[in-house]
């Protein structure tokens, strides 16, 4: 069973920092790349970074470059988000995400999110 389980949000004035962790099971974790998601009340859930199996390639979202730092340990099955600069619109609850295709069909799966609040 694949399981994405984060931690490491909390409550954190603006300029501070946080490290999230997303503690992956159930699948070849050294195989897929793992996703960053983000989502604040009333607003979709969008994406935040994103880091390729070897850790070779990341993406960030324009909103957050230069202030997020997505990495990965193979060895521990867990990929972490460092939040540096944080500012109030960074607030959300923070989601991991693995897409697998097996058969030919996608499979979805996220974790159970973790909250972010910045204060201003």
């Known amino acids: 069973e694949v399981q994405l389980v984060e931690s490491g949000g909390g409550l954190v004035q603006a300029g501070g920092s946080l490290r999230l962790s997303c503690a992956a099971s159930?699948?070849?974790?050294?195989?897929?790349?793992i996703g960053w998601f983000r989502q604040a009340p009333g607003k979709e859930r969008e994406g935040v970074s994103c880091i390729t199996s070897a850790g070779g390639i990341t993406n960030y979202a324009d909103s957050v470059k230069g202030r997020f730092t997505i990495s990965r340990d193979n060895a521990k099955n867990t990929v972490y988000l460092q939040m540096n600069s944080l500012k109030s619109e960074d607030t959300a609850a923070y989601y991991c995400n693995v897409l697998q295709i097996r058969d030919g069909r996608k499979y979805d799966y996220w974790g159970q999110g973790t909250q972010v609040t910045v204060s201003s």
């Open positions: 159930g699948f070849n974790f050294d195989d897929h790349a």
